[in-house]
């Protein structure tokens, strides 16, 4: 299950529990929306209470991500798990996309609106 709240300069995505497949086609749809509205799109993603995911979840993420590689600016990643930190770096390549993971909610959402300077570091220093 998905929140998403689209504020002025991103989108807010909580994901709790597990994380379908019509979760990730409803995220799309509100990234496309931003991207229409703003030519980018900008993300925090809160993963914090994410259980798990699919396969298919992971395959559609990577063909989307691919098709829009230059349509996202900033995406802040918020979690702890280490696993997960490893996954936003591989996605960092096959995006323009500025990705960075945080544990702390807060400096997740200055930087994704641009008040606050990003980590800088590996996946494993960052989580």
């Not at 992971?58 to 702890?80: I, M, N, P, S, Y």
Request: no cysteine; net charge negative.
């Amino acid at each position: 299950m998905i929140s998403i709240q689209i504020e002025d300069t991103y989108t807010n995505v909580a994901v709790l529990g597990e994380f379908t497949l019509a979760d990730m086609k409803e995220l799309e749809e509100h990234a496309l929306y931003q991207i229409r509205m703003h030519g980018n799109a900008n993300l925090l993603l809160d993963l914090r209470d994410m259980l798990g995911y699919t396969l298919d979840v992971a395959w559609e993420e990577l063909k989307f991500t691919r098709g829009h590689a230059r349509d996202f600016g900033r995406v802040a990643v918020v979690t702890d798990n280490q696993w997960l930190a490893w996954i936003a770096w591989l996605e960092s390549l096959f995006t323009d996309a500025e990705i960075e993971v945080f544990a702390s909610y807060d400096d997740a959402l200055a930087w994704v609106n641009g008040e606050g300077a990003g980590s800088g570091g590996t996946p494993s220093e960052n989580a």
